[in-house]
């Protein structure tokens, strides 16, 4: 076995697991993801951190972390999507938290329509992941259109700073498996069967594709969006992120959000302490209060 060589105090190990990640070079992974993703990575997730960023080292060619650091150092911005996809989790499914989804059945969407016959809809999904929640709010939304025969322009943006993530939800195909929270009729209704090679696949139908725009987008950066939304979903996203970054997210999310429009946020998520924009009207569900 090779010895281990040291750079400053940061050690990369010769072995079968790969480099070990040191305290300078996690000292500055933590400092540019916060800076860049608004995430904070505390002193337990060095080990997270590490593992997630080895396959990344591997497929640059690079033999330790300080190279990695150079690149960031470098060229940030062109690094910056992979490196969140690393360190981030994408769980995500359809229909996830259906209680929202039911009140923009039930509710929301109704009268929409009905307010803005002629007019446009917009709703965002921020942090939209592989594509499972833009998908299903296009699901609602497309039945609802058909449902009261609306001319309403509606359409929902997705945007997420993973480039893998995005490439899926692009693609808008899945696993049958991943289909376990959508009912049977809308399974029929929305999603093609995949055969041949496809079998066990299931691919969006291209009505949803049209409802859809899905576009790159760190949340911390500029945001090009002009026009206000009725919606924004941002499930599941801000848990990342500290209290600072979360009260600039919340301030600009109630830029963006029309007179009484919502945020929805996930299940362990709050605004509580945060925001003075919002009211609390249901399980995750703020109302923007003017």
């Given at each position: 076995?090779?010895?281990?060589?040291?750079?400053?105090?940061?050690?990369?190990?010769a072995s079968a697991t790969g480099p070990t990640l040191g305290d300078t070079d996690f000292r500055f992974l933590r400092e540019f993801v916060l800076q860049h993703c608004g995430i904070s990575l505390g002193e337990h997730k060095r080990q997270l951190v590490q593992g997630r960023l080895l396959r990344r080292l591997r497929a640059l060619g690079l033999t330790g972390f300080s190279g990695y650091c150079d690149l960031l150092r470098r060229d940030p911005e062109g690094e910056l999507g992979e490196l969140a996809s690393c360190i981030s989790t994408n769980v995500t499914s359809f229909f996830r938290e259906m209680h929202h989804y039911d009140l923009l059945v039930d509710e929301l969407l109704p009268r929409w329509l009905e307010e803005k016959k002629g007019g446009k809809l917009r709703i965002w999904s921020a942090g939209c992941s592989t594509g499972e929640e833009p998908y299903a709010l296009a699901m609602v939304l497309a039945e609802a259109l058909e449902r009261t025969g609306s001319t309403v322009d509606a359409r929902i943006l997705a945007t997420d700073l993973s480039p893998q993530a995005l490439e899926a939800a692009r693609k808008?195909?899945?696993?049958?498996?991943?289909?376990n929270g959508v009912s049977d009729a809308r399974r029929k209704r929305w999603f093609l069967r995949g055969q041949g090679a496809y079998e066990g696949l299931a691919c969006i139908h291209p009505r949803l594709r049209e409802l859809v725009t899905i576009q790159p987008l760190n949340l911390l950066h500029d945001w090009p969006m002009q026009g206000q939304f009725e919606a924004i979903f941002c499930r599941n996203v801000v848990i990342y992120f500290d209290k600072p970054t979360k009260q600039r997210l919340f301030s600009r999310y109630a830029g963006m959000i029309a007179s009484r429009g919502y945020l929805f946020?996930?299940?362990s998520e709050s605004m509580y302490g945060l925001s003075d924009d919002f009211d609390l009207v249901g399980r995750t569900v703020y109302r923007k209060r003017t």
């Open positions: 076995m090779n010895a281990p060589v040291t750079t400053d105090d940061s050690v990369v190990l808008g195909v899945y696993a049958l498996d991943r289909l946020l996930g299940h």
